[in-house]
């Protein structure tokens, strides 16, 4: 079976500092895979390279098969690969609803024509209404972004990522910061992501990646340091050591 995400070597050096060294990660296609490590393991830096944000240093990504190392972000994008970020990154003056008929535009090639033509295109609004309401934000499509709790603005980044109709998804800390009357919705929406879609969750809620993975990556000082199931993370001793803690299933 070819691998949904699949990278050899990957390695990022700034100057003399190397971010990522040598990793090598496998992810199957619809696997729920969850990459953890301690704060400066370099999990952003390999996100980053995964995306095209940076180039690499040495090493391959491939997607589906496909060598995408060098290829842009926007082509990344068209080949399939979407992803969240750990800060929101909205446009804080529209809509929900105006946010992903753009993206959804933007996808079918007719983003230029935002938002007069756009807004009256009827299949780009059903699809739009019907994210939103799969995302629990049918009662807030109408307002300004950044008028809604900060729950709802990580359920509309989620939105948007879903809007690019990824193959692969990269949520990068999906519940980082949002209240904990709010999480739940975050966290169901995260589990009802559709089984097609491959999902690669980097997090440092240890709750959220227990329940949602079904692998688990763990990065350390730049280098994968262990994987496996659940279970055999959970129980790896030098994992406890370094980042779990001895308390942390307790």
Known sequence: MIPALQTRGLSKSFGGFKANTDIGLSVAPGARHALIGPNGAGKTTFINLLTGVLPVTSGTIA??????????????????????????????????????????????????RWWGRVGTDSAVIDEAEALLKAMKL???????????????????????????????????????GVPEDERHDVLDSVAALPDDVTVLLIEHD?????????????LVQGALFAEGSVDEIAGDPRVKAVYLGEDALA
């Open 206 to 218: 240890m709750e959220l990646v227990f329940s949602f993975a079904d692998r688990i990556s763990v």
């Open 63 to 112: 997607l589906h098969g496909e060598d995408v190392t060098g290829v842009s972000q926007q082509g990344r994008v068209r080949r399939g690969m979407a992803r969240t970020y750990q800060i929101n990154q909205l446009f804080a003056t529209l809509t929900p609803i105006e946010a992903l008929s753009l993206a959804i535009a933007e996808r079918q090639g007719s983003g230029a």
């Open 138 to 176: 049918g009662g807030s499509m109408t307002r300004r972004t950044d008028t809604l709790p900060y729950g709802k603005q990580r359920l509309l980044e989620l939105a948007l990522g879903m809007a690019c109709k990824p193959r692969l998804l990269l949520l990068d800390e999906p519940a980082a």
